[in-house]
């Protein structure tokens, strides 16, 4: 628990020094921390499929059913390692100068696309649908995620700067929420799970209960309050704070549940693998992608949703 705690306050800490850059620096600093997390998550999926169809010891004691499937071969995972090298790059930089991040990721998934499909045919007797569809997933989980993360971190102001919404704070409701969610949820299934036993997936997650769910709603909302009240306080934006609390409440909720989910694709994943952890590069939480999981799917929450209000017209 102690080893936990040191790199989860490590993890916090790396977090807090990026976002620190990309406020007084440029949001740029933030994108080499996305960067990283794309190399190092794609990296670990490349190794978690190579092990797939090897039994192993998960952490419920129980024994996975890993299923076989072709790994990606040398040249697949190269060029998926090259698009996560060169993708979020390039998606931060043109949107930063440009406004098309989006394009320029769209580009990058067109050539590694051509380029896997290509090794079907020039290397017909090594390559088939299996593998290449592994080398797609690792290409998609965690890359094209990560992608929406540097997106949101370029939000453009308008639409949005009535109410200080802009990337500041769309990044702070990914890190702050889920963590809140996670950690809730935490409490709720460790002290209540004896009361309220209900698996919520039994079959991916064995540890996972309804009542830890219900737990990361509230701390979904908890998240979105203390970030409502903090961070509008230091932007001094409450004119109309009885119309926006709502939509932060809103935004927590959404943004739990999307990071619910993401723990459950994660462990979904590994239980497929048969592997107990994506890595261990993290002391206590296993590999990066351990602990960025339900931070992907909270970051398509909350581009999402931002993206929204910054379309509504309002006044």
């Given at each position: ?16 020094v ?13 994108d ?7 190399l190092?998550?794609t ?6 499929f ?11 004691g129980?024994e996975?059913?890993?299923e076989t ?19 979020v ?10 406004g098309?991040?989006a ?38 989980y ?6 929406l ?9 308008e ?27 935490y409490?709720?299934?460790?002290f209540?799970?004896?009361k ?8 991916v997650s064995?540890?996972k ?48 549940a ?22 261990k590069?993290?002391?206590g ?31």
């Amino acid at each position: 628990m102690g080893i936990r705690l040191i790199t989860g306050a490590s993890y916090v800490a790396v977090l807090a020094v990026f976002y620190l850059l990309k406020i007084f620096v440029s949001d740029l600093c933030f994108d080499g921390l996305i960067w990283l997390f794309s190399l190092i998550g794609t990296f670990e999926m490349l190794r978690a499929f190579g092990a797939i169809g090897k039994k192993e010891k998960l952490k419920d004691g129980s024994e996975t059913n890993a299923e076989t499937f072709a790994s990606p071969t040398k040249a697949q995972a190269a060029g998926v390692m090259i698009f996560a090298a060169f993708c979020v790059p390039a998606c931060a930089i043109f949107q930063e100068f440009y406004g098309c991040g989006a394009r320029a990721a769209g580009v990058a998934f067109l050539v590694l696309s051509f380029y896997l499909v290509s090794l079907l045919v020039i290397r017909h007797a090594e390559t088939g649908i299996e593998n290449t569809g592994a080398a797609f997933f690792a290409a998609a989980y965690p890359t094209v995620f990560l992608v929406l993360l540097s997106l949101a971190n370029h939000l453009p102001a308008e639409g949005l700067e009535t109410y200080a919404f802009n990337s500041d704070l769309a990044i702070l409701c990914i890190f702050v929420i889920s963590p809140f969610a996670d950690s809730i949820a935490y409490v709720f299934g460790r002290f209540m799970k004896k009361k309220f036993p209900k698996k919520m997936a039994p079959s991916v997650s064995p540890n996972k209960t309804v009542i830890g769910g219900i737990g990361g709603l509230v701390g979904g909302l908890m998240g979105a309050a203390i970030l409502y009240f903090s961070y509008n306080a230091v932007a001094g934006s409450f004119e109309k704070m009885y119309i926006f609390l709502p939509v932060y409440l809103l935004i927590g909720l959404i943004t739990a549940a999307a990071t619910e989910f993401g723990d459950l694709a994660e462990s979904c994943v590994k239980r497929k693998a048969g592997i107990k952890d994506m890595g261990k590069l993290l002391p206590g939480h296993g590999g990066v992608m351990d602990r960025i999981d339900g931070t992907l799917f909270a970051t398509a929450a909350v581009y999402l949703v931002f993206v929204i209000i910054g379309a509504l017209p309002i006044a």
